[in-house]
């Protein structure tokens, strides 16, 4: 009867080996399929991360490039307002030249003879003329005498003491001044009135 007994043991014990072998390959089974699905959510993971990244470079780039239009616009606009710029100021030269003449002429004596006042009037007429081709380009002149000073537009050579003006007035114009497009192009160069010391 032992031998029974021992044989049953042995029996129990295989199974019982059996047994824990194959909850040992399903646990095993368990945590591949375990792992195998933490992989899968991790990769899973990782390209929902790709994509929020892809997204963000793709959303970055494009304003970039939007921007980089807008500034592009802007440089254009500028170009086309103020690319003339250096010519402009070269031609108010010219015109400061008529002004001077015009100016020169009237004050001669022969100013008053019929063929001088027509050598006058025709000079004016060209810097007039001159004036409103440059007006088109956008070149305005500054407004001075009579107004008072502004050291974003104007440029004082000297004061002169006035009772009668208040301070700060423009009383001479020496040189003209001139915007372009809004922009100083160059300062009116002016006399301006103060107090007389006491």
Request: charged share 40%; no cysteine; proline share 2%.
């Amino acid at each position: 009867m032992e031998l029974t007994t021992t044989n049953n043991d042995s029996a129990v014990t295989e199974n019982e080996e059996l047994e824990v072998e194959e909850n040992t390959k399903k646990t095993k089974a368990e945590n591949e399929d375990l792992q195998e699905e933490d992989s899968n959510k991790k990769e899973e993971k990782a390209k929902e991360s790709e994509k929020v990244d892809f997204k963000s470079k793709y959303y970055y780039l494009a304003a970039e490039l939007e921007n980089l239009k807008k500034r592009h616009e802007r440089e254009l606009e500028n170009t086309v307002k103020f690319g003339n710029e250096r010519v402009l100021k070269n031609l108010i030269e010219v015109v400061d030249n008529f002004e001077r003449t015009i100016t020169a002429m009237t004050a001669s004596p022969m100013a008053k003879e019929e063929n001088f006042k027509s050598w006058v009037e025709g000079i004016e007429m060209v810097r007039k003329q001159f004036l409103e081709t440059l007006a088109k380009s956008g070149l305005t002149p500054i407004e001075s005498l009579g107004k008072i000073f502004d050291p974003n537009v104007h440029e004082a050579l000297s004061q002169i003491e006035m009772d009668d003006k208040e301070e700060g007035t423009i009383v001479t114009e020496f040189e003209k001044g001139y915007m372009l497009n809004g922009r100083l192009l160059r300062a009116a160069k002016v006399v301006v009135t103060k107090k007389k010391e006491s």
